[in-house]
Nanobody, 127 residues
Framework: QLQLVESGGGLVQPGGSLRLSCAASGFTLDPYTIGWFRQAPGKEREGISCISFSGRTNYADSVKGRFTISRDNVENTVYLQMNSLQPEDTAVYYC?????????????????????WGQGTQVTVSS
């Protein structure tokens, strides 16, 4: 059964760091693009980062320079390193996979391009 499981969320002070993991099971991560999204209370879901099969990455302006996405196809896991966290980063973070591979270097932050979603992990940034 296809499954994505996020972990690594928690409570962190402003300026702190967290590393989120998105572990895939029931399928091989390679050759899929994987995206990270977040949704804060009362706000729309936001695409924040993605990584293609070839390793091409994309970031939302809100996280560019602070977050880094990476993938380990051996571990079948995608990571999101989040540095310099701020209260506005507080949200539930989700990883997602499209129904079919998008292509070698295609990486999109559009949620409609993704079909399978994890259950999410809460990130709270507060002093």
């Amino acid at each position: 059964q296809l499954q994505l499981v996020e972990s690594g969320g928690g409570l962190v002070q402003p300026g702190g760091s967290l590393r989120l993991s998105c572990a895939a099971s029931g399928f091989t991560l390679d050759p899929y693009t994987i995206g990270w999204f977040r949704q804060a209370p009362g706000k729309e879901r936001e695409g924040i980062s993605c990584i293609s099969f070839s390793g091409r990455t994309n970031y939302a302006d809100s996280v560019k320079g602070r977050f880094t996405i990476s993938r380990d196809n051996v571990e079948n896991t995608v990571y999101l390193q989040m540095n310099s966290l701020q209260p506005e980063d507080t949200a539930v973070y989700y990883c997602a996979r499209p129904l079919v591979p998008l292509g070698l270097s295609i990486c999109t932050l559009t949620g409609a391009s993704y079909n399978s979603w994890g259950q999410g992990t809460q990130v709270t940034v507060s002093s």
